[in-house]
Nanobody, 124 residues
Framework: QAQLVESGGGLRQAGGSLRVSCAAS????????MGWFRQAPGNEREFVTA????????YYADSVKGRFTISRDNAKNTVILQMNSLKPEDTAVYYC?????????????????WGQGTQVTVSS
């Protein structure tokens, strides 16, 4: 069983940057794909970005492409989401997820472990 803990959320103005982290314990995640999803009030949880187990493949939602970057440090069992050029529509709870396969997925049902989420709020 893997435990995922997100940190680094907060409040930013539009145009600003924020970095959120996901620390894993209980398992070594180097063979697991990792993803970030987000959920705004009243909305479904949606895919943001994902990265393969070795970091060689990444997927991004069109809405964040060119602004967000996912990376991982397998030695530290950590995944990072760097968010730049933030927009008010990026406001949501951001969730880290782990998939028991090396290849990433855009589908939330294909992830096996989830963190509790961290709030990101972007003001206009």
């Amino acid at each position: 069983q893997a435990q995922l803990v997100e940190s680094g959320g907060g409040l930013r103005q539009a145009g600003g940057s924020l970095r959120v982290s996901c620390a894993a314990s209980g398992r070594t995640l180097s063979s697991y794909a990792m993803g970030w999803f987000r959920q705004a009030p009243g909305n479904e949880r949606e895919f943001v970005t994902a990265i393969s187990g070795n970091g060689g493949f990444t997927y991004y939602a069109d809405s964040v492409k060119g602004r967000f970057t996912i990376s991982r440090d397998n030695a530290k069992n950590t995944v990072i989401l760097q968010m730049n050029s933030l927009k008010p529509e990026d406001t949501a709870v951001y969730y880290c997820a782990a998939r028991r396969f090396a290849l990433p997925s855009r589908t939330k049902s294909e992830y096996d472990y989830w963190g509790q989420g961290t709030q990101v709020t972007v003001s206009s």
